[in-house]
């Protein structure tokens, strides 16, 4: 058997610590033993969120709660701007359809942060609009947007602003209250340390106005009903017990390290991350690299999907390929949640092998040595 190491944009790795917690008895969750952890976490999440609002916890994949913002804000035919640079602005968009909202799609080049004056024009020009659908860091492009100078026109404007922060939650500077952000959604196996299956949303004043004018279908994902049971420390349904557990400890761990610190820790990462594949000669796919995952343009003589292949199937190093248009363009390294400085490290070392493997040439170490003088310089 041998040893994977995984460095994908989720699932991301679960330390032995999170494990062990992970792995205790079931306990029955209409308990005070359980409340008390629910209240736990519950307080935990608003500061990792950095937000004083209310953050639901539910049993489903980040998509569940995407789904929710749409089905617990909206009405059929309402408005929506849905700002798609990437394959997740993209699925905002395709959820809002669903629900028969009208969408305006504001198309973003691949691995660019979107115009904020295109969206000030989008917004001026159809003032029926009622929400913008969009992404703290558009993972499949490995993207930050200034979600900031967004939330300065929303505001203003007096239109929902909701963020899908799943991958960039934990990693990525993020002040929603400061920055007028509505509705935040996040999932436990991204930054967060935990295996995939929960996910979280945060509510603000105003959202949670919203709520008692949507009249789209919902039942599992009523958030108003989420609400009712999240004042009281309990949940709707059955929730999901140990990965509620495993969250409380998570949220202790990345306290202790301090939210900001982390930021600042994979900010260095992504940094090294850049560097490196600058130092093989390699283009960095981002015009604004996020902190959670680094796309790299492989050389033109090699797919990326053999890179991908190669490490995983021969070094038992899981990374991403690229998505779309870009599938065999782009490949993806993750630096996130229990990612660090080391793994990196190791991961442009056989990211150096594969690509000798496959006939590309340059000098045997540098990405390893850029990495270092950033990280130790
Ligand atoms: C991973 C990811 C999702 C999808 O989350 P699931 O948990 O797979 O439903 C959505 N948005 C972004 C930005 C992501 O990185």
Redesign the pocket.
Known sequence: MKRKVLMT??PSPVPSFIREALSQEIMHHRTDAFRKILKEVNDGLKEIFCTSNPVITAAS????V?EAAVCNLFSKEDTVVAICGGK?GE?WAEIAKSYSLNVIQMNVPWGQSPSIEELNNILDSNKEIKGVLT?L???STATVYDIEAIGKITKEKDVLLIV?A???LGQEVFYPDKWGVDVVVS?S??GMMLP?GL?FISISVKAKQALNNSDLPKYYFDLKKALKSYEKDDTPFTPAVSLIVGLRCAISAIKEEGIEARWKKFAKMAQAAGAAAQALGLECFSKRPSNSVTAICAPTSVKSSDIVKKLRNEYGLSIAGGQGDVKDKIFRIAHMGWINEQDLIMCFSLLEKALIDLGYKFKLGVSLARIEEVIYG
């Open positions: 944009p989720g994949s980040g998509t569940g995407m997740f699925r992404t860091c558009e993972t899908d799943i991958s960039g999932g196996q991204k995939p996910a």
